[in-house]
Structures are given as structure tokens and as C-alpha cells.
């Protein structure tokens, strides 16, 4: 007979006795889920869907972050690689914002299960509009937008926030260009 493991469980005030180590410390249902630094191409293409996504919507009425912050007190506190909300939403806390248009992974070697296992199902389940994840290894896209079905984009894709006139659109390619693997 084997003995059950227990596993901690934390909540989202634990996090800020949590060593800035250059590691990132989530929440999810109470458990904790350590993810290291970013390596250089995670951040080449952060970098590049931030300069896109802030291009576009800077007179739209959003707020584009990165890293960002979803959450939901107690136990549960995720941080995408880009997060956009609307500049409506409350600027003074995490913890106040309600409504979330879109949450960025980008996913490589490191984080590439719990993004697509865990978090890409857990922001759909809190609310959040629109998920994509961006997968180093495979070189595409996959975007949610609320029950819709996942889909895998390789070229380019749109996506237009609530009360946007025109539409943003994503060249693929362009986001892994000068990238090898998942750097």
C-alpha cells in the first residue's frame, strides 16, 4: 500500500514572501507551479507581439502588459506573457481587474505542458476572452476565444477586441523569424 502525497497548497498572499529568484512563482487551485526564466527567443517573441499588439490598440481603449497578472483570490494567481485588458479596468491592482480580453503564452521547452495543459484551459475557465499560445517548438499560434474550438494558425490570423474598428492582424512567421528552435 503506498502513502498519499500531500502536496502544499498556497494562496495568493503566500506569493509575496516568495524570493525574486528570476523564477515564476504561480497559482493554480492553490498549488504552486515554478517555471525558470525565459530564455532569449521566448523574449524575442514577447518583444515582437508586444510592439504589434501596442501599435494597434494604443488608441483602442486597452491596456496591453507584460508580463500580466490574472487574479483570483484565494488560489489562484497567473501571469501571461502579455496581457491585455480594457482601459476601463481598474490600474491600481492585479487582484481588481475583472474583465480580460486576451492572455499570451508563448511556450518553449520549459513550459510548453503546463501552458497548454494547464494554464491554456484555466484562463478560459476564469473568463479570459481570447488565449493564445504561441509554441517555440512548432512554430504557430493556437488561439481560444471562450468555448470556441482551439485552432493551430501557421500563417497569419486577426483578432479584433470588443469595440475595435479594425481588426489586428498576426503574421506568424514573422514572430519566429532569425529564431532556431525554442532559444
Known amino acids: 500500500m503506498g502513502m498519499a502525497l ?6 495568493v498572499q503566500d506569493l509575496e514572501s516568495f524570493p ?3 523564477n515564476r512563482y504561480e497559482l493554480l487551485d492553490g498549488l504552486l507551479p515554478v517555471t525558470p526564466a525565459p530564455p532569449l527567443g ?3 517573441v514577447v518583444s515582437r507581439l508586444m510592439e504589434t499588439l501596442q501599435t494597434h490598440l ?3 481603449g486597452a491596456m496591453v502588459y507584460s508580463p500580466g497578472s490574472v ?3 484565494p488560489k489562484v494567481h497567473l501571469e501571461p506573457d502579455i496581457l491585455v485588458v480594457p482601459a476601463s479596468e481598474p490600474m491600481s ?5 475583472r474583465t480580460w480580453w486576451l492572455a499570451v503564452e508563448v511556450s518553449g521547452r520549459g513550459s510548453r505542458i503546463y501552458d497548454r495543459d494547464f494554464k491554456f484551459a484555466a484562463y478560459t475557465a476564469l473568463g479570459v476572452h481570447h488565449v493564445w499560445r504561441v509554441d517555440l517548438l512548432d512554430r504557430c499560434v493556437v488561439v481560444k476565444a471562450g468555448d470556441s474550438d482551439e485552432a493551430s494558425c501557421r500563417d497569419t490570423f486577426s483578432w ?4 475595435m474598428d479594425h481588426p489586428v492582424t498576426i503574421d506568424v512567421a514573422s514572430l519566429f523569424e532569425g529564431i532556431h528552435g525554442d532559444d
Open 6 to 11: 500531500a502536496v502544499p497548497r498556497y494562496c
Open 71 to 73: 487574479v483570483v483570490e
Open 160 to 163: 479584433r477586441p470588443e469595440g
Open 42 to 44: 521566448h523574449q524575442v
Open 20 to 22: 525574486d529568484d528570476g
Open 93 to 97: 491592482k492585479w487582484n481588481d481587474i
Open 58 to 60: 494604443r488608441s483602442s
